[in-house]
């Protein structure tokens, strides 16, 4: 590293792992020389985004010349009458990860500790490096959030504690009851973030949002994404859930124009388009089915999920299994990094994909 850099650059820096994102087509293209590939590494909607939020963003670029609208107005209202949550306790980033991120600058500080499970989506380990916070990890219990021991890991320090529910790379989510208890436990001064980036495709009547501890008052913000069922990952444009107050802290964090104007205006007719979000539900209720009697067909543990993703053992070394389906142009998310040495996690595609990954999963496992 350049001595300049490392006598001047803040040291949590230093401490980073840089994310890794799914491979891209276009990489695997490049680099294989294949052509006909599949992504089932991202948890992207194979459908696509809705036709009128394409059609919304499309109109939107003959203004393209204009700042976007600060305040983003008609998309907060528009969520405010969907989400039944007023439109000055909404913050909308650049994606989830981006309103992370403002929680993270608005709350944070260097000492605060910051509880989550492991594994999990690691973008909560890397706010809380870059603001120089503590992380604090507690295990999964059979693939699941173990909330007593959560509770148990609270300290004087503790700022913040996230649970992600469904949560990445499991797809298992914490029941009703069980968060209950939960925020009972936990004391009012600890921010609780809900990541519900996937809570569109939750089948399980336990499934509880954290709006209700919202309604109740409590210290909380719930993240939610245009990313997966809305199906606008490239767009970028997520949003929290949260008290007038915490949104009044996070809007002094955040810089002016961060919501392009193209995103406002898909993200609005995409809400409206809840046949489009239906559909995307049905097709991945039925891939799951689909792939749960394949893999078991085959002889292989998976996870039950309440996503669009399942977590599958393939009963031999996660990075061979990896590449090897690569080669055949199906990328998928190797959980060697998540601890899971024998693990991938498959993101639910069309019927079609669905087909294609179990006839080569089979050739490559020796299990058709
Ligand atoms: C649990 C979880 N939260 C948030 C995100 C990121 O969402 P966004 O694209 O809105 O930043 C992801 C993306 O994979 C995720 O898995």
Redo the contacts with the bound molecule.
């Keep these: 590293m350049d001595d300049f850099v490392n006598k001047r650059a803040r040291q949590a820096i230093f401490s980073l792992k840089p994310y890794v994102p799914g491979k891209p087509i276009d990489e695997v293209k490049r680099e294989l020389g294949l052509n006909d590939i599949i992504k089932l590494a991202?948890?992207e909607n194979p459908l696509g985004p809705s036709p009128m939020a394409m059609q919304a963003m499309e109109q939107s670029i003959k203004d393209i010349h204009l700042y976007p609208d600060a305040n983003s107005y008609y998309l907060k209202a528009r969520l405010a009458s969907f989400t039944g949550i007023d439109a000055q306790s909404i913050v909308l980033?650049?994606?989830?990860?981006?309103v992370?991120m403002i929680l993270g600058l608005s709350f944070l500080s260097p000492g605060d500790e910051v509880i989550y499970a492991d594994p999990?989506?690691v973008?909560y380990e890397f706010t809380a490096m870059v603001m120089g916070a503590n992380c604090v990890t507690v295990s999964l219990k059979e693939y699941k959030h173990d909330l007593p021991a959560i509770l148990q890991a609270i300290t004087n320090n503790t700022k913040m504690i996230v649970i992600?529910n469904p949560?990445?790379p499991t797809g298992t989510i914490v029941s009703e009851s069980e968060l209950d208890i939960f925020m009972q436990s936990v004391p009012e001064d600890i921010l609780v973030v809900f990541?519900e980036?996937?809570s569109e495709y939750v089948e399980s009547p336990d499934f509880c949002s954290g709006t209700r501890y919202l309604q109740q008052g409590r210290n909380v913000i719930i993240?939610h994404?245009?990313?997966?069922i809305f199906g606008l990952?490239g767009l970028?444009?997520?949003y929290g859930l949260t008290s007038p107050g915490i949104a009044g802290a996070m809007k002094m964090a955040t810089y002016p124009f961060n919501m392009n104007s193209a995103a406002q205006a898909a993200a609005l007719a995409a809400l409206d388009d809840q046949e489009h979000v239906a559909r995307s539900r049905s097709i991945n209720s039925s891939g799951k089915k689909y792939l749960y009697t394949e893999f078991e067909r085959m002889g292989l543990n998976y996870i039950r999920t309440e996503a669009n993703f399942i977590l599958l053992d393939c009963g031999k070394p996660s990075d061979k299994v990896f590449q090897e389906l690569l080669q055949q142009g199906i990328i998928v998310r190797n959980c060697a990094s998540y601890g899971y040495k024998t693990y991938i996690r498959i993101t639910v595609g069309t019927s079609e994909e669905n087909q294609r990954l179990i006839r080569e999963l089979g050739k490559v496992l020796e299990v058709e």
């Design positions: 991202s948890n980033g650049n994606g989830s990860d981006e992370l999990t989506f973008e992600c949560n990445n990541d980036a996937y993240l994404t245009f990313s997966k990952a970028r444009i997520g």
